[in-house]
């Protein structure tokens, strides 16, 4: 969806400038590289001590390249330590941004809001972010311990309005992820992760859209594509 969205709004050229927020090992970030002037991927990579270490390594900051498992441009890869609530940029300085499957992770609603504020701010007029997170189809919370679930009120109040930025794909009352054909996907979130990492494909087979659920909580992903006006 993020590459899709960025080639969509034509932010896919030799001269953009792209960032990643809480960019991980995001295989889009390596793919990136193959067509756009610069790739920023940003995220905790020096934090040796959090959780999230295995999904951000340091070996990022050093030899990217060497983990990417996809052809890439090494020569065309930033990769630095930060924090997706504070962004070390200048505003107005990227064509476009993604962030994918990682602002739910960044602390509370407060949190969250504050990274879609800097992302606004240094997204150009005219720049679009490519954002997916977590959509709550049960559960009266805020979600689970690490993991934040969004209602489509709480999108628009604590992504969409603090980031400044217009919906141009507007969310809808009515989501649409929620068909019959998702919500039958619905399976238990550890044993669907004890499958995945047993090495058994077939449990993803309901890509690319799943319901997974976890105590009071049932969830699936959901996209948005955002424009900075001007």
Not at 39 to 49: K, R
Not at 69 to 80: A, G
């Amino acid at each position: 969806m993020a590459v899709l969205t960025l080639e969509r709004y034509g932010k896919l050229n030799p001269e953009a400038e792209i960032l990643g927020v809480g960019a991980g090992l995001e295989i889009t970030t390596f793919y990136l590289t193959n067509f756009v002037r610069r790739v920023f991927a940003t995220d905790l990579y020096a934090d040796t001590a959090s959780i999230w270490a295995g999904v951000a390594p340091p070996v990022m900051l050093t030899d990217p390249a060497s983990i990417s498992p996809i052809p890439c441009n090494p020569r065309r890869l930033v990769v630095q330590h930060m924090d997706g609530r504070n962004l070390l940029y200048e505003d107005n300085t990227f064509d476009g941004v993604y962030s994918s499957s990682s602002i739910e992770h960044f602390g509370d609603w407060e949190d969250v809001s504050k990274a879609a504020q800097e992302i606004g701010r240094v997204l150009k007029p005219g720049g679009i972010l490519t954002l997916s997170t977590e959509y709550k189809i049960k559960g009266t919370g805020r979600g689970m311990p690490n993991v934040l679930v969004f209602s489509m009120e709480e999108l628009r109040q604590i992504i969409i309005e603090p980031s400044g930025l217009l919906p141009v794909d507007a969310p809808s009352s009515t989501i649409s992820p929620l068909t019959l054909q998702t919500v039958v996907t619905q399976q238990e979130m550890d044993e669907f992760y004890a499958e995945y990492n047993a090495g058994r494909p077939a449990q993803w087979k309901t890509f690319p859209q799943i319901v997974l659920e976890s105590g009071e909580y049932s969830w699936t992903s959901y996209h948005l594509a955002l424009q900075k006006p001007g």
